[in-house]
């Protein structure tokens, strides 16, 4: 149990293996060992003792360097393997909350608190109606001293007052629409564990995404190979490998240089791994005890070619280094007293460690080819150790003496196809004005031609890639830019789409792309940082990527104000998911709870369906906010109008309008499901928008209008009087009286004609409003197609209509209502109709088409100086004169970084750099380059 550890005890692992109860450091045997839990990776790793001897052994441990040799808590031990009756070990270095697990929990369980814009808003709109009922408590208390009303009838007031104005109810009524999308996401195959996250969702404007498992199959094939005999390229073979060719050191290779392992007689490693292996043909096997007479070593894994008779030992493995883009091994064939080194890795890593006499002329113009259509590449090289070293020598070397002085052997070419779903989705986000990024750990070469043919980077768009260098003894750092060429690609559907925003690129720009690599984004980071910012703008691919590049990458974005979303399928990309506005993660392991949502869908197209739900939800949340924020107002007024003939509502008026209107209206107003595109306009951010305000203020002004007119025109009225006994269909209903037939207490417990006016005027409006706030299309389906909310609306509309129009005594006694003449029943019905009118006119002519022209106006302003033909045609509408004034005072300029950033850069003559040119450190400030 973990309870009974401490860091320095020794656990013996079981053969049949265990789930680790710590971080323990493996000094004795071979574990295989699926993490998945904590890195999303799904294929087993092996686990080598840490060294014993030689230079390894005397470097100070760290999790992070010794992780090939480290089991970390929560892991599965799948198998363990040790020899010549030794015990498999562990050393236990880490517990409970520190080992990587724990980080993984903690960050779980105590999550860096997030800001949700929504919610704070809604916090300063309720303080501003606070400030709202200390003027209503004022009045109240003047209207009441001045009546000479009863103390504690003027505390009862002022209290309602404080309760109408301030509805406490409204933050949680904003999370109705969240808990329907995440229902509706579910169905989607989407789960969510942070639900807050939906609606941040709905305002992405930039998606990272991976590429492996992501935008393409996660699974490669073998396109071919391509050996390197006496330092010249042979023809690329695409055939089975047979014949001659299985004898050659290129097929050992291939065979020998890998992490797998057996399990029940099934492989278990890498895929590509597993692809390479099954090419060859050969059998991987457990040692045995004849293996050990035969070899004259300890070693663990035997690979057997069945049609040559000969097998290969495995003697000593290097795993592979994402840090050092290799991996070799240490292998000795039957019968042969020589060791042999095998290494794979990264093209130019192999070539790099290769002799150069032995590395082909036409090395690069090679490898480029293949990279630039989109195959991954692997090398292979070789090197025969002297025959003198032992198995004892062999383990204390270390790995920078075992790979040295290699033989190059030629190429493996994998192909990887791109998913059949990603072109259409990477289509879509670019309609909707949604930027697409790709964050991968593939050749740069790869990156691009992937990007291209998916859609990414368009086919006549500059590609710009920044090659940047640390300093050294005799240069500081540098970037030169060296522009790519551009391909013919497959059709694929283009969408023109600026950078930044709308209107801040003109028809013209041709469009450019940066592409940087990992290494030179480290070395951008720390000494060009003027130019940070500059690349994030228009950067559309970053290669060769570390899981903490990732995660910095997308802060970076961030910091310029842009709303990230992250997409990978949780195999180092789990920093990166967690500290995105939202993160998908393509994958149902562990791993993805640190995401906070995942697809059980595993491709793309979750992504444009979680934009929709998020704006459908977002759009959700500011139609209730108005209906409920007019609500308070609409209420508050009516009982400030109601206070000055020393009048309230009643007690089943109130019941009935709060639960009628506050609760029942808006929980069916938000089911509207979510459109079925995206768009290119997205919805507003901010509660308190100068658009949102205006329309709930446009709206109170409008119902509190129609109030006052109903509450006067009935004092007009002929037949008005204080409030009497007044027959109504022939029955005498006594106002003094309540439901038990007692004498009422409360002298204002009574009828009055002010009173049923504006209960009748009040729930037609709260009715209208809601049905005008209910809007559907462009980010919502219409609310037609909403049902309950029809079926809500057509049972409150004909019940209201039937009580005012075909009064029931019965009704009008619970209700408090005084019976009035029914011309005036008709006269109410007139202006409620009036109202409805005015209230869509206001809300879907004025109000949409104002806000369309003053942004309209605003972008034009910003994206140039002068007036230009868009802005005159505008300026030729209804209103030119008010709206000029409005769009173009000051010439404010936009709100987010980025944008103001992309403003700026259209006036540099000097960006981008022109091609071949290199950029130094000392003089990044001024953007100054030399031409080379």
């Given at each position: 149990m973990s309870t009974e550890l401490v860091p320095g005890d020794v656990i013996i692992i079981p053969s049949n293996g265990?789930?680790?109860?710590?971080?323990?450091?493996?000094?004795?045997?071979?574990?295989?060992?699926?993490?998945?839990?904590?890195?999303?990776?799904?294929?087993?790793?092996?686990?080598?003792?840490?060294?014993?001897?030689?230079?390894?052994?005397?470097?100070?441990?760290?999790?992070?360097?010794?992780?090939?040799?480290?089991?970390?808590?929560?892991?599965?031990?799948?198998?363990?393997?040790?020899?010549?009756?030794?015990?498999?070990?562990?050393?236990?270095?880490?517990?409970?909350?520190?080992?990587?697990?724990?980080?993984?929990?903690?960050?779980?369980?105590?999550?860096?608190?997030?800001?949700?814009?929504?919610?704070?808003?809604?916090?300063?709109?309720?303080?501003?109606?606070?400030?709202?009922?200390?003027?209503g408590i004022i009045y109240t208390i003047t209207i009441d001293v001045i009546n000479e009303v009863h103390f504690l009838d003027v505390i009862f007031d002022a209290s309602n007052i404080v309760f109408i104005a301030v509805p406490i109810f409204?933050?949680?009524?904003?999370?109705?629409?969240?808990?329907?999308?995440?229902?509706?996401?579910?169905?989607?195959?989407?789960?969510?564990?942070?639900?807050?996250?939906?609606?941040?969702?709905?305002?992405?404007?930039?998606?990272?995404?991976?590429?492996?498992?992501?935008?393409?199959?996660?699974?490669?094939?073998?396109?071919?190979?391509?050996?390197?005999?006496?330092?010249?390229?042979?023809?690329p073979n695409t055939a089975e490998l047979t014949g001659s060719l299985m004898k050659t050191s290129f097929v050992a290779c291939m065979a020998t240089c890998h992490s797998l392992t057996t399990i029940d007689g099934k492989l278990y490693g890498d895929p590509l791994d597993v692809k390479v292996f099954c090419a060859t043909g050969s059998?991987?096997?457990?040692?045995?005890?004849?293996?050990?007479?035969?070899?004259?070593?300890?070693?663990?894994?035997?690979?057997?070619?069945?049609?040559?008779?000969?097998?290969?030992?495995?003697?000593?493995?290097f795993p592979f280094s994402s840090a050092l883009q290799r991996m070799s091994v240490v292998v000795q064939q039957l019968g042969q007293k020589h060791l042999d080194v095998y290494l794979k890795g990264a093209p130019k890593t192999v070539a790099n460690l290769c002799n150069p006499h032995t590395v082909p002329q036409n090395f690069i113009e090679t490898l480029d080819t293949y990279t630039q259509r989109g195959f991954r590449v692997i090398a292979l090289a070789h090197h025969q150790l002297e025959s003198e070293l032992s198995w004892s020598k062999v383990q204390s070397l270390s790995r920078e003496?075992?790979?040295?002085?290699?033989?190059?052997?030629?190429?493996?070419?994998?192909?990887?196809?791109?998913?059949?779903?990603?072109?259409?989705?990477l289509f879509d986000l670019r309609q909707a004005n949604i930027r697409t990024l790709m964050v991968t750990g593939d050749n740069m070469l790869t990156a691009i031609y992937v990007a291209r043919d998916c859609g990414m980077i368009q086919a006549h768009d500059?590609?710009?890639?920044?090659?940047?260098?640390?300093?050294?003894?005799?240069?500081?750092?540098?970037?030169?830019?060296?522009?790519?060429?551009?391909?013919?690609?497959?059709?694929?559907?283009?969408?023109?789409?600026?950078?930044?925003?709308?209107?801040?690129?003109?028809?013209?720009?041709?469009?450019?792309?940066?592409?940087?690599?990992?290494?030179?984004?480290a070395v951008i980071t720390e000494y060009f940082p003027e130019l940070v910012q500059k690349l994030l703008l228009r950067a559309t691919v970053f290669a060769r990527m570390t899981p903490d590049q990732k995660t910095q990458l997308v802060q970076a974005l961030q910091s310029i104000e842009y709303i990230v979303g992250m997409c990978g399928d949780g195999a180092n990309d789990c920093g990166a998911l967690k500290k995105a506005h939202s993160g998908i993660a393509l994958s149902e392991l562990e791993a993805s709870v640190a995401s906070p949502f995942t697809s059980s869908i595993p491709n793309i197209s979750c992504v444009p369906n979680l934009i929709r739900e998020g704006r459908a939800a977002l759009v959700t949340s500011f139609c209730v906010f108005k209906s409920l924020a007019l609500f308070s107002l609409i209420l508050f007024f009516s009982t400030i109008v109601l206070y000055l003939v020393v009048d309230n509502f009643g007690d089943f008026q109130y019941i009935f309008i709060d639960f009628a209107f506050g609760l029942f209206?808006?929980?069916?107003?938000?089911?509207?499901?979510?459109?079925?595109?995206?768009?290119?306009?997205?919805?507003?951010?901010?509660?308190?928008?100068?658009?949102?305000?205006?329309?709930?203020?446009?709206?109170?002004?409008?119902?509190?209008?129609?109030?006052?007119l109903a509450f006067f025109l009935v004092q007009q009225q002929s037949w008005y009087q204080t409030p009497e006994s007044i027959a109504c269909n022939g029955s005498s209903l006594s106002n003094t009286y309540n439901l038990n037939g007692t004498e009422a207490e409360d002298a204002r417990n009574f009828k009055s004609f002010e009173n049923t006016s504006i209960f009748y005027v009040l729930c037609f409006q709260y009715l209208i409003v809601s049905i005008v706030f209910a809007k559907g299309k462009p980010f919502?389906?219409?609310?037609?197609?909403?049902?309950?909310?029809?079926?809500?609306?057509?049972?409150?509309?004909?019940?209201?209509?039937?009580?005012?129009?075909?009064?029931?005594?019965?009704?009008?006694?619970?209700?408090?209502?005084?019976?009035?003449?029914?011309?005036?029943?008709?006269?109410?019905?007139?202006?409620?109709?009036?109202?409805?009118?005015?209230?869509?006119?206001?809300?879907?002519?004025?109000?949409?088409?104002?806000?369309?022209?003053?942004?309209?106006?605003?972008?034009?302003?910003?994206?140039?100086?002068?007036?230009?033909?868009?802005?005159?045609?505008?300026?030729?509408?209804?209103?030119?004169?008010?709206?000029?004034?409005?769009?173009?005072?000051?010439?404010?300029?936009?709100?987010?970084?980025?944008?103001?950033?992309?403003?700026?850069?259209?006036?540099?003559?000097?960006?981008?750099?022109a091609p071949s040119t290199i950029t130094f450190a000392n003089s990044a400030q001024n953007h100054s380059s030399v031409a080379f």
């Open positions: 265990m789930i680790m109860p710590c971080d323990a450091v493996l000094v004795c045997g071979t574990c295989i060992v699926d993490e998945s839990m904590l890195t999303g990776e799904s294929v087993p790793a092996t686990k080598n003792s840490i060294p014993s001897s030689g230079e390894d052994a005397e470097r100070i441990y760290n999790t992070e360097e010794h992780k090939h040799h480290t089991l970390f808590c929560g892991s599965h031990v799948i198998q363990s393997r040790h020899f010549a009756g030794e015990l498999v070990k562990v050393f236990v270095v880490k517990t409970g909350f520190s080992t990587e697990k724990g980080q993984l929990v903690r960050s779980i369980l105590y999550p860096k608190p997030t800001i949700f814009k929504l919610h704070r808003d809604a916090i300063q709109f309720l303080m501003c109606m606070a400030v709202v009922a200390v003027i409204l933050p949680m009524t904003l999370t109705v629409g969240l808990v329907h999308a995440q229902r509706r996401l579910k169905q989607l195959g989407i789960f969510c564990i942070s639900p807050q996250r939906i609606n941040i969702s709905g305002q992405l404007n930039l998606v990272c995404f991976d590429k492996t498992g992501t935008l393409t199959e996660d699974s490669l094939d073998l396109w071919g190979i391509q050996r390197a005999e006496d330092c010249i390229f042979s023809a059998i991987l096997g457990e040692a045995r005890e004849k293996h050990a007479e035969f070899f004259n070593l300890k070693n663990s894994t035997v690979v057997r070619f069945p049609e040559q008779s000969c097998e290969f030992g495995i003697v000593r493995q003496q075992i790979e040295t002085n290699l033989d190059f052997l030629g190429l493996i070419i994998m192909q990887n196809k791109i998913k059949e779903q990603t072109p259409g989705v500059k590609v710009i890639i920044a090659d940047a260098v640390p300093p050294n003894d005799q240069n500081p750092a540098s970037i030169t830019w060296r522009y790519s060429e551009n391909p013919v690609l497959s059709n694929i559907p283009t969408a023109e789409i600026s950078f930044a925003g709308d209107g801040l690129h003109s028809d013209e720009d041709p469009g450019y792309h940066f592409v940087v690599s990992g290494q030179a984004f209206v808006p929980f069916t107003m938000s089911l509207n499901p979510a459109w079925n595109t995206l768009v290119r306009r997205a919805p507003s951010t901010s509660l308190l928008s100068g658009q949102l305000l205006y329309s709930v203020l446009s709206q109170t002004l409008n119902c509190t209008f129609f109030q006052f919502r389906q219409p609310s037609y197609k909403n049902w309950p909310f029809v079926l809500t609306c057509s049972i409150l509309f004909g019940f209201l209509s039937f009580i005012m129009l075909y009064p029931v005594p019965a009704i009008d006694n619970i209700f408090q209502i005084a019976c009035v003449p029914y011309d005036w029943r008709i006269t109410l019905l007139i202006i409620v109709l009036t109202h409805a009118v005015v209230s869509f006119t206001m809300e879907n002519l004025i109000h949409d088409t104002l806000w369309r022209i003053v942004k309209a106006n605003l972008g034009a302003n910003r994206s140039t100086s002068p007036p230009t033909a868009n802005t005159k045609m505008v300026n030729d509408h209804w209103g030119s004169a008010f709206l000029s004034w409005i769009s173009c005072r000051q010439n404010r300029p936009p709100k987010t970084m980025y944008k103001c950033l992309a403003l700026k850069l259209q006036d540099n003559a000097d960006w981008p750099p």
